[in-house]
């Protein structure tokens, strides 16, 4: 139960917390989402997700995350463009690592 992941680098991030709430330039905020492991479906609640927020032009941010799922020890990782102009929108950046239903 000691294996040691040799993507390591995730845990070093902050909790995803820290950067929340996030506000973008035109007073939007994000307040977090609700993560769902890859892996075997259940829900990973947002204090246990880390990762950092990268702000890009134009009300938008890039929010770079990772989790160790607490019901199967699967790491996730959550790369999405938020987007506030107009109604927040989120899109993953990682397709190619999830099969749409
Ligand atoms: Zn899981």
Known sequence: MSQVSPQMEWTL???????????????AAFNGFNAECDHCGDMIELP?????MATVAGNRCVLMAAAECPSCSGVCHYHYL???????SAE?????????Q
Do not use: C, M, V, W
Request: no cysteine.
């Open 48 to 52: 246990l997700i880390k990762g950092r």
């Open 92 to 100: 993953r950046l990682d397709h190619s690592q999830y099969k749409e």
């Open 13 to 27: 991030l902050p909790p995803l917390t820290d950067e929340l709430p996030y506000t973008f330039d035109n007073g």
């Open 82 to 88: 938020l987007n506030a102009e107009g109604e927040l």
